[in-house]
């Protein structure tokens, strides 16, 4: 067999093996376009265009009521801290400053501030205060609304942007003026 002819076989055959290579891979799974954190975003904090990112998740693997749209989520709080590259969902953000019927939202601030390290937006606190005789229950079953802007401190807990700034909490009607009655007066928190 002559050189030219050895060399169109070993194209052929690599073509060949190419092909077959080709056919039998299987084809790649469908993707969908996912929002997720660009940053380490904290709880509390109102997202904004420049805190999202897409990417391509496999159509299995993405979570349920994942969000997918941006205006979708601008303007709305993290709900519970996120690392960057963590998915948004509907449970990952609430719409700021909504009080469930029948219940309303109150600013307060705490005695020990410190405790905002470890509140959540969604958490369920109860509400002491001292009164004349003693500590009395102002609130049971608070959810924490929004919290103050909080900063890492990078061991895990933050630090508040300032002690005057309020606390937002979701109380029953109810019990909203014995609440009022109490602000500016120390407030404690007691956590569910």
């Known amino acids: 067999m002559s050189w030219h002819r050895q060399r169109v076989a070993a194209v052929a ?14 084809a790649p799974a469908p993707t969908v376009d996912v929002l997720v954190a660009a940053a380490d975003l904290p709880s509390g904090m109102t997202v904004g265009p420049e805190h999202l990112t897409v990417a391509q998740w496999p159509a299995g693997a993405a979570p349920d009521r994942v969000i997918t749209d941006p205006q ?5 709080l993290v709900a519970a801290p996120l690392t960057r590259g963590s998915p948004l969902t509907e449970a990952s953000v609430i719409t ?16 020990d501030r ?3 390290s470890v509140l959540r937006v969604g958490d369920r606190i109860d509400l ?7 500590p009395i229950t102002v609130a049971t079953s608070a959810r924490v609304a929004a919290l103050p802007h ?6 895990g807990l933050f630090s508040t942007d300032g002690a005057g700034t ?5 109380v029953a009607e109810i019990e909203a003026p014995q609440l009022a009655g109490f602000s500016g007066s120390a407030l404690s928190v007691v956590l569910r």
């Open 114 to 116: 410190t405790v905002l």
């Open 13 to 26: 055959a690599a073509v060949a093996v190419g092909a077959t290579i080709m056919a039998v891979r299987p």
């Open 166 to 170: 309020p606390l937002l909490v979701e």
């Open 128 to 134: 002491w205060a001292t009164g004349p005789d003693g």
């Open 72 to 76: 979708d989520v601008t303007g709305r």
């Open 150 to 155: 909080r900063e890492a401190t990078g061991d």
């Open 96 to 111: 700021p400053h909504t009080a469930e019927p029948g219940r309303v939202l109150v600013p307060i601030t705490l005695t």
